[in-house]
Structures are given as C-alpha cells and as structure tokens.
C-alpha cells in the first residue's frame, strides 16, 4: 500500500511539473507573439483615441450651449453674473 503511495506522489510531481513547464512555454511564446504583431493593435488604439477625443469636443460643444441656455435663463430672470 505504501509502495502505491509513494508511485503516486511522484507520478503527480512530474505531472504536475510537466504541466508547469508546458504552460510556461506557452506563456512565453504568447507574449513574443503579441509583441510582434502589436502593430495592427497600435493602429486600433489610435483610432479609438482618435474616436474619444472628438467625442470629447462634441461633448464641450454641448456643455457650451448648455452654459449659454442657462445664463440666458438666468437673464431673464433678473439674475447677473
């Protein structure tokens, strides 16, 4: 019974060692892979930068005439800056 104990610790470590090392293999490999074709995740970047950053304009478009409607209100009734 002993001697199917001590087949089992060791046959699980080199499982378990085998796995570690395959999937740090793979993790490596992933990255150098991701490194290399970063350029067409470059180019997605930039155009989702380019998409918030005129979203942001049409956003301090409003906020503008939102200001302009509200001291025009403020105007009317008899409030000043």
Not at 9 to 16: E, H
Not at 40 to 56: C, M, V
Request: aromatic share 4%; proline share 0%; hydrophobic share 40%.
């Amino acid at each position: 019974m002993l001697n199917i104990i001590i087949v089992a610790i060791v046959f699980g470590s080199i499982v378990a060692l085998a796995t570690l090392i395959c999937g740090t293999i793979l993790i490596i490999v992933k990255t150098r892979t991701n490194r290399y074709s970063s350029g067409a995740t470059d180019s997605e970047e930039a155009r989702i930068i380019q998409e918030i950053y005129q979203g942001l304009e049409k956003l301090e478009g409003r906020i503008d005439a939102l200001e302009t409607i509200l001291t025009e209100g403020q105007e009317k009734d008899g409030y000043k800056k």
